[in-house]
């Protein structure tokens, strides 16, 4: 499946943002959709993820609370709302899709879409 990922951009911290990742060319069944993220000089990392067709979302302990992930079946898209932004979201956000959520959070053998970048301003 060809991801495209978009919504990055620049904002204050306590701000929000959306991110959103179509899908072209299929639907996202059966996969698990997910967002994983890479701050410079820093291993990636992984967000969020959702499975396509029971909507079951996972939070990292790190954006819990403040991010949510679903999915929206009739635009193809999984769409990542960031809220109460902090300086340490900043990254390059990649949303990917894998066999189950498990690959999601290892980022083992996923689809990727290109990187947007989030940055966050104290």
């Known amino acids: 499946v060809q991801l495209q990922a978009s919504g990055g951009g620049l904002v204050q911290a306590g701000g929000s943002l959306r991110l959103s990742c179509a899908a072209s060319?299929?639907?996202?069944?059966?996969?698990?959709v997910g967002w994983l993220r890479q701050a410079p000089g820093k291993e990636r990392e992984f967000v969020s993820v959702?499975?396509?067709?029971?909507?079951?979302?996972y939070y990292a302990d790190s954006v819990k609370g403040r991010f949510t992930i679903s999915r929206d079946k009739a635009k193809n898209t999984v769409n990542l709302q960031m809220n109460s932004l902090k300086p340490e979201d900043t990254a390059v956000y990649y949303c990917?899709?894998?066999?189950?959520?498990?690959?999601?959070?290892?980022?083992?053998?996923?689809?990727w879409g290109q990187g947007t970048q989030v940055t966050v301003s104290s």
């Open positions: 060319g299929r639907t996202f069944s059966p996969y698990a």
């Open positions: 990917a899709a894998g066999s189950g959520t498990e690959a999601v959070r290892n980022g083992n053998g996923l689809s």
């Open positions: 959702i499975t396509w067709n029971g909507g079951v979302p």
